[in-house]
């Protein structure tokens, strides 16, 4: 028997997270009503994931529906942000109950940790995509943006890079893949509470999407700085370092997409404090080079020499 769209709604999506006093009608409804607490500011974010481009077709619903709510919890965590609430819009090329479901379920899975309640969406019919928006709460002088950066401050990363680029790239040349990389592909680590822990600590913060590259560029372009990078103190994992070592390629680790770690910048007085309770969450933090005057990103090499950065990051429009 097929479901409507109204009961794909009622089955899956009626009690997704936990319930919330800030939270005055949720999913059902016309419109949600919600009330962001007295003193704090709404940050808001949205993203498209899109099958062929965002994830492969036939991945795992529970990963798409985890990773789909994962990229815009880092978006909050870039800002310092506490998640609140979340909408979804579902497009579908056909009812699959049991595809969604599952893809309900990873979205519930990461929802109920950090607090987020899903309040409301669309469901349509179409090329499969889905749209995600999150919303959090930051106090106004809190909330740490990009164009706080300042001449001798660190430049600074958490967990490692290139993971999730590597783990692409063995896919699509249709070879095995480590699972530990393929769960760094699929199943992200948003950094909120590591992100909450850098108010009024970092300058500026940005997560990397993109490829540290890309996104540290534009920290740079907002702060009107520039960055010099050490590319032997970027953190990899053992699989990203032999990649790089076999085939002395730095683009894996500084152009690759999905790390969803966070990129920030601080004074050097404070990168202690900030090890420490980065390390209590679990998390690593690499120093990884350090803020100068003028413009643009420069990557050093082991000896000195400039690695020409041929290819600064994704976007979806110069594939």
Wanted: glycine share 10%; net charge negative.
């Amino acid at each position: 028997m097929s479901l409507s769209e109204f009961d794909l709604i009622r089955a899956c999506f009626t009690d997704v997270g936990p319930c919330r006093s800030d939270v005055g009608l949720g999913v059902g409804d016309d419109c949600a009503l919600l009330e962001v607490p007295a003193g704090q500011s709404l940050a808001v974010s949205m993203d498209t994931l899109v099958a062929g481009t965002h994830f492969f077709s036939d991945c795992d619903p529970s990963a798409v529906g985890y990773k789909s709510l994962a990229v815009g919890l880092s978006d909050l965590a870039a800002m310092g942000a506490d998640p609140a609430w979340s909408t979804l819009a579902l497009t579908l090329p056909r009812v699959d109950s049991d595809w969604v479901r599952e893809f309900a379920t990873g979205y519930s899975r990461l929802s109920k940790p950090y607090g987020m309640r899903l309040v409301g969406g669309d469901t349509t019919c179409g090329p499969l995509s889905v749209t995600v928006q999150v919303h959090g709460f930051v106090p106004p002088s809190a909330a740490v943006r990009r164009g706080g950066a300042r001449v001798g401050d660190l430049v600074c990363v958490s967990g490692t890079l290139g993971d999730a680029g590597l783990a692409l790239r063995h896919l699509l040349a249709g070879e095995a893949v480590d699972p530990s990389l393929r769960r760094r592909l699929e199943y992200p680590t948003p950094r909120v509470e590591l992100g909450r822990r850098l108010r009024g600590l970092a300058t500026a913060m940005i997560d990397i999407s993109d490829g540290l590259a890309a996104d540290l560029g534009h920290i740079l372009d907002a702060s009107r700085v520039a960055a010099e990078i050490d590319l032997m103190k970027l953190p990899l994992s053992p699989p990203v370092a032999d990649a790089v070592s076999e085939s002395s390629d730095w683009g894996l680790p500084l152009a690759s997409g999905d790390d969803y770690e966070l990129c920030f910048c601080l004074p050097a007085e404070r990168l202690m404090q900030v090890k420490d309770f980065a390390a209590s969450l679990g998390c690593s933090v690499a120093q990884i080079g350090v803020i100068r005057a003028g413009s643009g990103l420069t990557c050093r090499l082991p000896g000195g020499d400039i690695w020409p950065l041929a290819q600064v990051g994704y976007d979806h429009f110069l594939q």
